[in-house]
């Protein structure tokens, strides 16, 4: 098995339980977040996105929270499942630059 | 499938070889990228080509080379390995005019 990501910040909850996983960015001047999730051994995945003139977007079973004015991101997920359990990374894109930017990633770990 | 695709999946290999990464996308798209992934899970951008432009050059030491023969490959050639090249290399792409990336599955390189 994987040895790496021990030290990442953990979320535990408990199936049926919703889940927020916070995100502090770093340039007030991105204009563009997104959350990934990455399962063990896998690519990181696309759940959803959000531009900075909207501070919230609805997906099925997911909200993202943008608050520019402290520079944070939240990932919601409602009614959590065992296969949601993952590590969960958001990125933010700088305005005019083609790049992302990832924070350091959050383990999410559903108990059934 | 559509997909982004990378091979090999899994590169052990001895410190001072040279080894390459391909990878493709069939999805069309116009720019691709490669990431590092550390053990601590942290990914952070390399390189970036559009249309086989390079665009995005994050200081990777001149070891790293990325080949672009057309726009639906982007290769990533490493000279001299070293024991800190050991990481998960992950191809990305993304359309014209979006800022969703889509990643691959990720090569897993161990330098000994």
Redesign the interface.
Known sequence: GES??L??PTLSVQEGDNSIINCAYSNSASD?F?W?K?ES??????II?IRSNMDKRQGQRVTVLLNKTVKHLSLQIAATQPGDSA?Y?CAE?LLGF?????G??TRLLVSP | DTAVSQTPKYLVTQMGNDKSIKCEQNLGHDTMYWYKQDSKKFLKIMFSYNNKELIINETVPNRFSPKSPDKAHLNLHINSLELGDSAVYFCASSPQGLDEQFFGPGTRLTVL
């Open positions: 790496v990501g030290h990442l563009y997104i990934y990455q051994g896998k690519g990181p995945q696309f996105d590590v990374f894109k083609q790049k992302l930017v990832f350091t990633g």
